[in-house]
């Protein structure tokens, strides 16, 4: 049946112009922002999931900006360090020159007191970005601090690590959290510690002192201080100064101020180093090895016995790394013997920063080549999810083109039907 009044293939006509159109319309909006998921009407759930993607990725940016930051400044400490070892090394030349009789000896300290200032000004230019991992001294940390283990022969808490900002780990719940890479400080300056003027501590933080006989070795450990509620359990903090006296024949003080991040290992090869230096230098024949977990060996030659004694003090101020060179003298015959007894250790101190550096510069490096190649992958990723199909896109606009041409042609023909009907009334 006909109609004037309704016209069912123009109403037909027209709704498949219009699906056509909204059709077009959306294809064009892929080709012109190249993206099949442009907004949230589009396809909710992979928009929310493209979108939590390109969060990560720009967390990951500021990531990589991080770790260039905490590269360049372990290469400024990684290159001082090797620049101070190589100056030890020099220092060493003149220290062997030293023991020989015929030699100026005057001379070689002058020559030894200049590479120790250039030391010092180079431990002191090894910043970047106002850090300087060569300074360890309690405090004056401005990265994130790190906390030590705690308990007898645990580490301190302060800042003796720096934290390096390095990955973005989102759990399967959406939970997110940050990793980083610890880096330890390396302290190679050369000023020398201050006791602390604080009351001992528990005596238990300090144990073994008592008579030594001629020819026997006694051990005394450095346990840090595990009975004083206000120090939180901390077995060691820094400015803790431990001293061993009553060592016949040695006037110095035999003393280690412990600084950030330092364990009774390194308080106790702090304390070594310094008896033997100090031995040496008053010719007597006291000497000292570490143990393990704190403990110093001291052995006992003097031809008499000994009686040592132990104290614990806090609020002192750590010496540099290498504060023996302050008393490095040359001079005589004792001072250069002392010195040489010293020097292979101070050496080593450097070796071990400059190592340490260099293995975290090369974590660094290898971490931000991954951070890279990650947001490489997860860019790929979102693109996967909302990129136009730039090729199918086109083909189809194409076939859209043609589909609506024969559309509006249909739509002309049905609208030409009540011409037809009235034919019939002619």
Not at 194 to 201: E, I
Not at 226 to 252: E, F, P
Request: charged letters at 15%; zero cysteines; a neutral charge.
């Amino acid at each position: 049946m006909s109609s004037i009044l309704t016209n069912n293939s123009a109403m037909v006509a027209l709704q498949t112009l219009r699906t056509i159109n909204t059709n077009m319309s959306k294809t064009q909006n892929e080709i012109s922002t190249g993206k099949s998921i442009a907004s949230a009407k589009d396809n909710s759930a992979v928009w929310a999931i493209s979108k939590t993607m390109e969060s990560d990725v720009s967390g990951f940016k500021a990531i990589s900006d991080s770790l260039s930051l905490g590269s360049s400044t372990i290469a400024v400490a990684r290159s001082a360090s090797e620049q101070i070892t190589d100056l030890l090394g020099e220092m060493k030349q003149k220290i062997v020159a030293a023991q020989e009789d015929n030699m100026d000896r005057e001379k070689l300290q002058t020559d030894i007191t200049a590479l120790r200032s250039q030391i010092s000004s180079i431990v002191g230019a090894a910043q970047f970005n106002g850090l300087n991992l060569l300074s360890n001294r309690q405090g004056g940390a401005t990265v994130a601090q790190v906390v030590g283990n705690t308990g007898a022969g645990a580490g301190i808490k302060g800042s003796g690590s720096v934290n390096v900002l390095s990955s973005l780990d989102r759990a399967s719940g959406g939970a997110v959290s940050a990793s980083t890479i610890s880096v330890r400080k390396a302290d190679l300056g050369t000023q020398a510690s201050t006791a602390g003027a604080g009351t001992d501590l528990a005596a238990a933080a300090f144990t073994g002192a008592g008579a030594i006989a001629n020819g026997a070795t006694a051990t005394m450990t450095v346990v840090g201080d595990t009975a004083t509620a206000a120090r939180n359990g901390n077995a060691v903090l820094a400015g803790d100064g431990y001293t061993i006296g009553g060592l016949t024949g040695i006037t110095n003080a035999v003393r280690y101020v412990a600084r950030d991040g330092d364990t009774v290992t390194d308080i106790a090869r702090g304390l070594v180093e310094r008896l033997n230096f100090e031995a040496k230098a008053a010719n007597v024949s006291i000497s000292a090895t570490l143990g393990s977990n704190g403990a110093v060996n001291i052995t006992n030659n003097s031809g008499a016995s000994i009686t040592t004694t132990a104290t614990l003090n806090t609020g002192g101020t750590a010496g540099g790394g290498l504060s023996i060179l302050a008393d490095v003298n040359v001079s005589t015959k004792q001072g250069a013997a002392a010195a040489l007894s010293a020097i292979e250790g101070l050496t080593q101190t450097a070796v071990r920063a400059g190592a340490d550096f260099g293995s975290a510069q090369g974590r660094l490096e290898i971490q931000s080549k991954y951070v890279s190649s990650l947001m490489d992958s997860l860019k790929s990723g979102i693109g996967s999810l909302v990129d136009a199909n730039m090729e199918e896109a086109s083909a189809r606009l194409q076939a859209l083109q043609v589909q609506q041409q024969l559309g509006i042609q249909a739509l002309s023909i049905a609208n030409q039907a009540p011409q037809n009907i009235l034919s019939l009334f002619r």
